[in-house]
């Protein structure tokens, strides 16, 4: 089955640690994007890349990092400098064009204890 | 910040009924997108229209755009409750297009 997989679904953190999303699709699109989603907020673009080995900075990038290694992935590092990180994560993938839509994985729910 | 503002936040209807739910936008846009999420899941794309269009048909979805107003609506005919759910628009901006940005959408309860 084609598809975007995220893991884990639910991801618990200490303070100070980073900690790794995973993000994969084998629909074989160009462009990936990380959002966060806050209660209330909607979802704000975190990181999107479009082509292999180049990503570029959404609205709210300060204390995340990203890799696009490889055309199927694209992890999500959160790191210590992310004030706030318990959220819903939510990877998407598209073709990359400019009318194209976007196929989003089921989330990975983090929360800092 | 966020390009896209659904109206109204919250919506309560009973089962047969018609939902409609508005964005509005501030910038240019190339096309303007209405995804689905239900509660704790990802997101579900609807309906994709672009800025040279003005109406566009799927199924019991009907969406309008007006790029003069810089806004768009979107109309669920004959609600069923599995329609229970929020539902975003999201703008690809004519500057940018890869920067999809999301409103904080429209969360739609039908009543059995």
């Known amino acids: 089955d084609g598809g975007i997989t995220q893991s884990p679904k639910y991801l618990f953190r200490k303070e100070g640690q980073n900690v790794t999303l995973s993000c994969e699709q084998n629909l074989n699109h160009d462009a990936m994007y990380w959002y966060r989603q806050d209660p209330g907020q909607g979802l704000r673009l975190i990181y999107y890349?479009?082509?292999?080995?180049?990503?570029q900075k959404g609205d709210i990038a300060e204390g995340y990092s990203v890799s696009r290694e490889k055309k199927e992935s694209f992890p999500l590092t959160v790191t210590s400098a992310q004030k706030n990180p318990t959220a819903f994560y939510l990877c998407a993938s598209s073709l990359g064009g400019k009318n194209t839509e976007a196929f989003f994985g089921q989330g990975t729910r983090l929360t800092v204890v | 910040s966020q390009q896209g503002e659904e109206d109204p936040q919250a919506l309560s209807i009973q089962e047969g009924e018609n939902a409609t739910m508005n964005c509005s936008y501030k910038t240019s846009i190339n096309n303007l997108q209405w995804y689905r999420q239900n509660s704790g899941r990802g997101l579900v794309h609807l309906i994709l229209i672009r800025s040279n269009e003005r109406e566009k048909h799927s199924g019991r979805l009907r969406v309008t755009l007006d790029t003069s107003k810089k806004s768009s609506s979107l109309l669920i005919t004959a609600s069923r409750a599995a329609d229970t759910a929020s539902y975003f628009c999201?703008?690809?901006?004519?500057?940018?297009?890869?920067?999809?940005?999301f409103g904080i959408g429209t969360k739609l309860q039908v009543i059995p």
């Open positions: 890349s479009q082509i292999v080995n180049d990503f």
């Open positions: 999201a703008t690809a901006p004519s500057g940018g297009y890869q920067k999809v940005t």
